[in-house]
Nanobody
């Protein structure tokens, strides 16, 4: 599946930003979706995941209480709503997909087979 992430940009500390991810050649309803991020000089980090139907979600520890993942399968979109942004949230954000026949979700990078190109989020102080 070909994924496109969008919505990144420059935001001030404490601000909000919403990222979107869509698939151009497939229905995302077939996939567990995830968001990961990678800051300069750091490893890629799990941010959020959502099951195929959107009934189960999980968030990385550093974003709990501030970020929300959601999906609209009818619109073929997955979203990452980010609030109370901090400088440490500065990174390239990637959406990822994994085909699954269950209501599972996945938090490990290695469990995902398809990745988008990433969108830059910069939080300035």
């Amino acid at each position: 599946v070909q994924l496109q992430a969008s919505g990144g940009g420059l935001v001030q500390v404490g601000g909000s930003l919403s990222l979107s991810c869509t698939a151009s050649n497939s229905l995302i309803s077939h996939y567990v979706m995830g968001w990961f991020r990678q800051a300069p000089g750091k490893e890629r980090e799990f941010v959020a995941t959502i099951s195929r139907a959107g009934t189960r979600t999980a968030l990385g520890g550093s974003v709990k209480g501030r970020f929300t993942i959601s999906r609209d399968n009818a619109k073929n979109m997955v979203y990452l709503q980010m609030t109370s942004l901090k400088p440490d949230d500065t990174a390239v954000y990637y959406c990822a997909a994994r085909g699954s026949v269950t209501g599972a979700y996945y938090s490990e990078e290695s469990e995902y087979s398809d990745w988008g190109q990433g969108t830059q989020v910069t939080v300035s102080s």
